[in-house]
C-alpha cells in the first residue's frame, strides 16, 4: 500500500520535510489542527491546552496500551487562520530534545488542500532516531484518519 503522507530527509541534515494532499477543502484541514474535538479525533489524543494565537500553546496527553500517559507540548510562535502554524513539539519524559515544526496550509482546488510541514531537530542523529522510531506509518496512519474524519464534515 502506497503511503499517501510523503517524507523527505536528506542524508546529512537534520530536518525533515513531510507533504500530503487531502481531500479536503482547505478550512476543514485547517480545522483538523485547531479545534480539541477535532484534534482528539483524528490524533487519539486528550487536549488539555490549544491556544491557537502567538505565543500560545498546546498540551495534549496519549494513553498507550499498558495504561501509561505520555506527554506532548509546545509554543506557538506563528499563527496565520488557513495559512501557517509555526509552533515547537515536545515529547515530556523522552530523551529527545524540542524540535521546531513549521506547518504550511495551501488550497489546491475548492474540495483538495495540501499540509506541507518542515521541522527541524537540534542535531543530524536526533532526526535519525526519529525515524527508527514507527514515525512514518504513525503519521501517514493519523493523516488517513484525520481525512475520513472530516470528510464526514464536508
Do not use: C
Request: no cysteine; proline share 5%.
Amino acid at each position: 500500500m502506497e503511503l499517501k503522507t510523503k517524507i523527505q530527509a536528506e542524508d546529512g541534515k537534520q530536518e525533515l520535510w513531510i507533504t500530503r494532499a487531502f481531500d479536503l477543502p482547505l478550512e476543514l484541514l485547517f480545522k483538523a489542527y485547531v479545534e480539541p474535538e477535532l484534534v482528539e479525533q483524528w490524533m487519539g489524543n486528550k487536549v488539555l491546552k490549544l491556544d491557537n494565537y502567538k505565543h500560545g500553546g498546546y498540551q495534549f496527553e496519549a494513553t498507550d496500551p499498558k495504561g501509561n500517559k505520555h506527554g506532548f507540548n509546545g509554543t506557538i510562535h506563528e499563527f496565520i487562520p488557513n495559512k501557517k502554524i509555526t509552533r515547537t513539539f515536545e515529547m515530556e519524559n523522552a530523551p529527545f530534545p524540542v524540535q521546531l515544526e513549521y506547518l504550511e496550509f495551501e488550497e489546491l482546488t475548492a474540495n483538495t488542500s495540501k499540509l506541507s510541514m518542515h521541522v527541524v531537530y537540534k542535531s543530524v542523529e536526533v532526526r535519525d532516531q526519529i525515524l527508527k522510531l514507527p514515525f512514518v506509518q504513525g503519521i501517514n496512519t493519523a493523516h488517513s484518519r484525520l481525512e475520513n474524519i472530516l470528510s464526514q464534515l464536508k
